[in-house]
């Protein structure tokens, strides 16, 4: 369960604020459009990305140890925030 929820408290802190979030939220506030259809595309769209998500690493995990992918991300998620920030400079 430990597991689980450590899943979900960092998908839903990685989520909050991002461009994704915010699309949805540019979408929601348009006039005329439903709220329900907007929140079922973006859930559909978040479920299909993770669906993706773990059938890849469930492979990867078959070729490469999970700690060195858990560093491999790790890795990979600050080199995308240097980038972020020294190409916004």
Do not use: C, N
Request: aromatic share 8%; net charge positive.
């Amino acid at each position: 369960m430990k597991t689980y929820v450590l899943v979900f408290a960092s998908v839903f802190l990685a989520e909050l604020g991002d461009k994704t979030q915010l699309a949805t939220l540019t979408f929601a506030a348009t006039p005329g459009v439903s709220r329900l259809g907007v929140f079922l595309a973006a859930a559909a769209a978040l479920v299909t990305s993770t669906l993706i998500a773990v059938l890849i690493g469930e492979k990867l995990g078959e070729w490469i140890a999970p700690h060195h992918l858990t560093r491999g991300a790790g890795l990979l998620f600050v080199a995308i925030g240097v980038w972020m920030l020294i190409g916004r400079g």
